[in-house]
């Protein structure tokens, strides 16, 4: 270590390609609770294929339950005209641990099932997997701590 502090390292935010941005985006408000923390739109494709594939029109909005330097958000790509995507096997599912994302689920009348471990599971629109366990963050007893989980090969 010679010397040197060890810095801590945290995922910043995950990115899911959406179809649907207006049902999307209720559901992380109304459902997850999370707020639209900034949206930029954008005529043409991102050089570095920020968007995917797609040369047109697009935008990204970043939800959350806080401030993007202190806290995992969540991207949303939208491109314009796409009505749907494949979607991979590599992404799991994204760890909320909220009370009132599982209240916001069961007023919302969402669809959702137990996962073994007793974690509500929902699904945003175009099937992206949310456990929503019933307790605030154990880390720091605040809203909204997020976990990603997904497969590594």
């Given at each position: 270590?010679?010397?040197?502090?060890?810095?801590a390292?945290?995922?910043?935010?995950?990115?899911?390609?959406?179809?649907d941005?207006?049902?999307?985006a209720?559901?992380?408000?109304?459902?997850?609770?999370m707020?639209?923390?900034?949206?930029e739109?954008?005529?043409?494709?991102?050089?570095?294929?920020?968007?995917?594939?797609?040369?047109?029109?697009?935008?990204?909005?970043?939800?959350g339950?806080?401030?993007?330097?202190?806290h995992?958000v969540?991207?949303l790509?939208?491109?314009?005209?796409?009505?749907?995507?494949?979607?991979?096997?590599?992404?799991?599912?994204?760890?909320?641990?909220s009370?009132?994302?599982?209240?916001?689920?069961?007023?919302c009348?969402?669809?959702?099932?137990?996962?073994?471990?007793?974690?509500?599971?929902?699904?945003?629109?175009?099937?992206?997997?949310?456990h929503?366990?019933?307790?605030?963050?154990?880390?720091?007893g605040?809203?909204?701590?997020?976990?990603?989980?997904?497969?590594?090969y």
């Amino acid at each position: 270590q010679s010397g040197k502090m060890a810095t801590a390292r945290r995922a910043l935010h995950f990115v899911f390609k959406v179809a649907d941005r207006t049902a999307t985006a209720k559901f992380y408000r109304e459902v997850l609770g999370m707020k639209i923390l900034r949206h930029e739109e954008f005529e043409e494709g991102c050089k570095a294929a920020c968007n995917g594939p797609y040369d047109g029109k697009w935008s990204k909005s970043m939800v959350g339950y806080g401030p993007e330097d202190a806290h995992f958000v969540v991207e949303l790509t939208y491109n314009y005209g796409i009505k749907q995507y494949k979607k991979g096997d590599d992404f799991q599912h994204i760890t909320v641990f909220s009370k009132s994302a599982v209240e916001n689920a069961k007023k919302c009348g969402w669809p959702s099932t137990k996962a073994s471990d007793g974690a509500v599971v929902v699904e945003a629109p175009g099937g992206f997997a949310f456990h929503l366990h019933n307790e605030d963050s154990p880390k720091t007893g605040k809203l909204g701590s997020v976990r990603c989980i997904y497969r590594v090969y």
